[in-house]
């Protein structure tokens, strides 16, 4: 029995459609492991996001009690500046 040209052909594709298979299953692999590491460091940044804002409002909880911290929470735009009242002068003749 000879070998066909379709015989060839489809061994062939065969071939082909395997090596495709095997270079589309490394980079599937190979993307899922870069999207667990960016998951991964966006659950860091988030919990780093958490821990900061706990401690910005504990700073102006404590800022309460103690007003020598205003200056730090002013500069860190964390509180407003605080204005002097204005005299009741501007509107009497």
Same mark, same amino acid.
């Given at each position: 029995? %000879? =070998? ?6 489809? #061994? /062939?594709?065969? +071939? ?29 940044? %988030? =919990? ?6 706990? #401690? /910005?409002?504990? +700073? ?34």
């Amino acid at each position: 029995m %000879k =070998n066909s040209p379709l015989t060839t052909f489809l #061994l /062939a594709l065969l +071939a082909v459609s395997a090596l495709l298979s095997i270079v589309f299953c490394a980079l599937y692999v190979s993307s899922s492991r870069e999207k667990h590491r960016w998951e991964t460091q966006v659950e860091g940044i %988030k =919990n780093r996001n958490k821990a900061v804002t706990r #401690l /910005a409002n504990e +700073a102006l909880e404590y800022s309460k009690h103690d007003t020598n911290l205003d200056a730090i929470l002013v500069w860190a735009n964390l509180k407003p500046k605080s204005n002097p009242p204005a005299s009741s002068k501007a509107g009497a003749k």
